[in-house]
């Protein structure tokens, strides 16, 4: 038991069947412009194959080698995508994981980028890039609808062992919250305004004390 005890106490926990969902990890990164913070965003690249044109942040899959550090992945990524060095990219720190029912794992993470003035889009991903005053966000500009999600066992399933209760074919599982905000003709929703909202949730208390 001392072994076991020791072992226990000293293990990093993981996400449980991780290996199965597709992990990414993003940054949301603030800019200082005309004095105020600001949100930063792109727009994906029409040529993209997945999501083209939608708005999003920097981020990116998870390589294996980062798998235990994926705020390296969101650094990476950032400077990748919009052309700045590893040194303008000042890691704030995390924000909550978004586990998705579909098979996506996402670590966000908070950063300043400093020296708006040298950020070059990569054309190959960004479309364009745009910024947004943080204030705006927390007057709560957003609405909020849902997405059901449904299961069913496999074929093989071994549904002559357990309660009858267990039925084939398609079952709701529950619904889970979408977030959409609007800013000026920008639409931004999904995966990307849950995170934003995420940040405006958890930071916004702590804004207004210090500011």
């Not at 390296?72 to 052309?83: D, N, P, S």
């Not at 998705?100 to 996402?106: I, S």
Request: proline share 8%; glycine share 8%.
């Amino acid at each position: 038991m001392d072994n076991l005890k020791k072992f226990l106490s000293n293990r990093r926990p993981r996400i449980n069947f991780e290996e199965v969902y597709t992990v990414s990890a993003v940054l949301l990164p603030i800019i200082e412009a005309n004095g105020e913070p600001h949100v930063l965003f792109e727009v994906r690249a029409s040529r993209l194959k997945r999501q083209p044109g939608e708005i999003c942040f920097p981020g990116g899959r998870v390589e294996q080698n980062e798998i235990a550090w994926p705020q390296e992945t969101a650094v990476r990524e950032a400077t990748e995508e919009l052309g700045v060095a590893r040194d303008q990219v000042e890691l704030i720190g995390p924000l909550d994981y978004f586990v998705n029912p579909l098979g996506t794992l996402v670590y966000p993470f908070v950063g300043k980028i400093h020296g708006y003035s040298g950020i070059v889009p990569n054309p190959h991903e960004v479309e364009e890039i745009f910024l947004v005053p943080v204030g705006y966000f927390f007057e709560k500009h957003f609405s909020r609808s849902s997405y059901e999600v449904a299961t069913r066992y496999a074929q093989d399933f071994p549904f002559d062992r357990i309660p009858p209760s267990y039925k084939r074919g398609w079952q709701t599982m529950g619904s889970f919250p979408v977030y959409f905000y609007e800013y000026g003709n920008r639409f931004i929703w999904g995966l990307t305004a849950g995170i934003l909202h995420n940040f405006i949730s958890l930071c916004r208390p702590e804004w207004l004390i210090k500011s």
